[in-house]
């Protein structure tokens, strides 16, 4: 209430009052299309700012290649290779280029590169199992289940590769693929007594144990049988229930010979 007694509802509900008050002038076309071209150009500011921070900001560049899943390989290696720039806007980064680049290592069986926002790029490695090792002019080379030659060995093989002789290697070699196929179906336990593998053809597998049994495996097919039957008849052999063999033929599982 004022000095005249009124209060502010009664001044809103005088018309004399309302006469008063400025009239709120109607909106044209020019205002609204200029209150558009406001709106528009806030947007407009908005998004161009967004795409800078994404393709050229430094926020959102690399700061740090992280390599996950190498063994033998080495980190600096996979990070050279990469050829991803520290600074790199993430969004700017070829992670195809990479993967392939990287994918050219020996080591490398599969590779993945990925963005890992905000700041690194992520290079995931799975590296090639070695399962034999082969002998050319000297160099003894790893090989891997697919027959893929990789990495040379100067001393012992790594465990679990066996010493293999065809005259061939390599993936597209039937002998070497028949080789292969024979040493992945043997068990772990197995596979580590296995001195020797050899095959002169796809259909003459032979392994050499460490306690000089011969085992003829024959070709490539029921792989999974064969292991079987020759893990069987070795537990036989080490209960006392079999007199131990100088060979062991199991190229027809469903009837092994011993001699």
Sequence with gaps: MNRAGTTTRDRADDPAAARRRPARRAETPADRRRRLWLRGGIGVAVLA??????????????????????????TAEVVEVAGVAEGTPLLRVDVAAAERRVSRLPQVASVEVTRGWPRSVVVTVVERVPVAVVEQAGTRTLVDAGGVLFGTVTGPAPAGAVDLDVRAPGPDDPATRAALAALVALPEGLREEVASASARTAEDVTLELADGTTVLWGGAERADDKAAALVALLDQVAAGELDPAGTIDVSAPSAVVLR
């Design 49 to 74: 700012t967004l795409a800078w921070a994404l393709w050229a900001s430094p926020l959102l560049a690399v700061h740090e290649v992280r390599v996950d899943g190498a063994a033998t390989l080495a």
